[in-house]
T-cell receptor, first 115, second 115 residues
């Protein structure tokens, strides 16, 4: 069966420090991968999606970047965190191509607090 | 562009009360529609889905019907329980390019059920 792992679960980082959140998927190949952010009062916002290794698309310009160095690995990064980067970050995966009725499967999330 | 609008929360109900959470969408074509649930401190889980007009998704006593004419996908439950307390997200699936799809979420509706 497929599983998705996201870590760390919680993180407190000072303003200006770097960030690296990692997400890995097991039990499937060539998944679509996503990073979402859930900020207070703003719902769930799609940040990045990837349809393959090295292929990253950004939905919202911001202080963050994403990379996909391996088929089932998706990394969210920042060189210098801002206070506004605080939030709950969720990684997700779904099946690919032509499966327009497929659902997405979410990791447990990372609570990031920038202080 | 495609979007999802949910009723604002929080929604506070007594146990065994009837629940409705409104969701409407804007999209080109006929996207698949979903309801996800997020229990405290956890990631998102799929609650139910519908892939075409007039489909009814159902799970755990919750139901939602895909209404093309009103572009709606309202979530209902006849008798809520304390364990239903969570944040509920309406979402639609849209193609992000020729190879992939992504979910767009509403802002979420917090449901609190008291005994």
């Amino acid at each position: 069966s497929q599983t998705i792992h996201q870590w760390p679960a919680t993180l407190v980082q000072p303003v200006g420090s770097p960030l690296s959140l990692e997400c890995t998927v097991e039990g499937t190949s060539n998944p679509n991968l996503y990073w979402y952010r859930q900020a207070a009062g703003r719902g769930l916002q799609l940040l990045f999606y990837s349809v393959g290794i090295g292929q990253i698309s950004s939905e919202v310009p911001q202080n963050l970047s994403a990379s996909r160095p391996q088929d089932r690995q998706f990394i969210l990064s920042s060189k210098k965190l801002l206070l506004s980067d605080s939030g709950f970050y969720l990684c997700a995966w779904s099946d690919t191509v032509g499966r327009l009725n497929t659902e997405a499967f979410f990791g447990q999330g990372t609570r990031l607090t920038v202080v | 562009g495609d979007s999802v609008t949910q009723m604002e929360g929080p929604v506070t109900l007594s146990e065994e009360a009837f629940l409705t959470i409104n969701c409407t969408y804007t999209a080109t074509g006929y996207p698949s529609l979903f309801w996800y649930v997020q229990y405290p401190g956890e990631g998102l889980q799929l609650l139910l889905k519908a892939t075409k007009a007039d489909d009814k998704g159902s799970n755990k006593g919750f139901e939602a019907t895909y209404r093309k004419e009103t572009t709606s996908f309202h979530l209902e439950k006849g008798s809520v329980q304390v364990s239903d307390s969570a944040v509920y997200f309406c979402a639609l699936l849209f193609p992000v390019n020729q190879a992939g799809t992504a979910l767009i979420f509403g802002k979420g509706t917090t449901l609190s059920v008291s005994s």
